[in-house]
T-cell receptor
Framework: AQSVTQLGSHVSVSEGALVLLRCNYS??????LFWYVQYPNQGLQLLLK??????LVKGINGFEAEFKKSETSFHLTKPSAHMSDAAEYFC????????????FGSGTRLSIRP | KAGVTQTPRYLIKTRGQQVTLSCSPI?????VSWYQQTPGQGLQFLFE???????NKGNFPGRFSGRQFSNSRSEMNVSTLELGDSALYLC??????????????FGPGTRLTVL
């Protein structure tokens, strides 16, 4: 069975500082990996995804993530935080054979200090 | 291209009632998946419909059901509502084309409150 663990339910960084949101996954087969962002009272927006190929994935809004198979990790980073990055972030995994069934982590709320 | 739409956006029901939520996928998308989001349990997969057939199912009781119409629009029904069914219900659509990674696009959700 697949699962996702997000370390830290709440992360707070200063504006301009590095953002690092941690995600570890468990999957018996090569997975698809995702990061989604959710703003208050809104649905989910895909930030980036890893399906195959290059392990460093670049997404929208300056975010990127690196798939590390040996560490079963898919951490999300952004070099310089902006106030507009404040939101809930979800790491997620799905099987390639069942890509429509996404298993989500518990989420990390990102706060940005002025 | 219009995004995924969900109606209604907000709904208040009482225990024991039933409710039907609607989701219209992006034009051309044939797969619709439903998710429940609660503070306690997080985001959980309910089920997926493709070509009017349920293709995947999560671990929810039979009170939760769905269907898909020939135009790919989907409805989700919850019968005998319980307080714990209060949640944000999200639907997502994808093209579900063979050999492709088929990104899912999420709607804004329906906020259901059970009193």
């Amino acid at each position: 069975a697949q699962s996702v663990t997000q370390l830290g339910s709440h992360v707070s960084v200063s504006e301009g500082a590095l953002v690092l949101l941690r995600c570890n996954y468990s999957s018996s087969v090569p997975p698809y990996l995702f990061w989604y962002v959710q703003y208050p009272n809104q649905g989910l927006q895909l930030l980036l995804k890893y399906t195959t190929g290059a392990t460093l994935v670049k997404g929208i809004n300056g975010f990127e993530a690196e798939f590390k198979k040996s560490e079963t990790s898919f951490h999300l980073t952004k070099p310089s935080a902006h106030m507009s990055d404040a939101a809930e972030y979800f790491c997620a995994v799905s099987e390639r054979s069942s890509a429509s069934k996404i298993i989500f982590g518990s989420g990390t709320r990102l706060s940005i200090r002025p | 291209k219009a995004g995924v739409t969900q109606t209604p956006r907000y709904l208040i029901k009482t225990r024991g009632q039933q409710v039907t939520l609607s989701c219209s996928p992006i034009s051309g998308h044939r797969s619709v998946s439903w998710y429940q989001q609660t503070p306690g349990q997080g985001l959980q997969f309910l089920f997926e419909y493709f070509s009017e057939t349920q293709r995947n199912k999560g671990n929810f009781p039979g009170r939760f059901s769905g269907r898909q119409f020939s135009n790919s629009r989907s409805e989700m029904n919850v019968s005998t509502l319980e307080l714990g069914d209060s949640a944000l219900y999200l639907c997502a659509s994808s093209a579900r084309l063979a050999g492709q990674d088929n990104e899912q696009f999420f709607g804004p959700g329906t906020r259901l409150t059970v009193l």
